[in-house]
């Protein structure tokens, strides 16, 4: 069989799958721009990379998905039926990442929004989330 990709290619394809520029980051990124803010994107010296960061406002987002993330939502709840056991180790882990980021960004002074791929649905919300932490 024959590969369409160069190894490399095909590295890059994998490693930006759920990682960056994913859907749902980029409709915030463009609600963001429509409301006027400036933002930077990934910074990796701070805690958890955050997706997206506005320094005017020491305001970091994230953009989490529900399942590798564990919402509360229903999505986030689904487990895997086989190898069970290895997924909710690897969950647990997530979790407790996610909140050693937060405190840490927060011990540093930053506000976090978290922003649900679920929530994507009511863009409105979101929007007016946005505008009542970002002043
Ligand atoms: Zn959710």
New binding site residues.
Partial sequence: MTDIFSQNKRSDIMSNIGNKDTKPELRIRSLLHQMGYRFRLHRKDLPGKPDIVLPKYKTVIFIHG?YWHR?T?K??RSTPTSNREFWEEKFSKNIERDKRNLVELKNIGWNIITI???ELKNMEKIQSRLKSHLK
């Fill in positions: 529900c919402h939502c999505k986030g649900w791929q679920c």
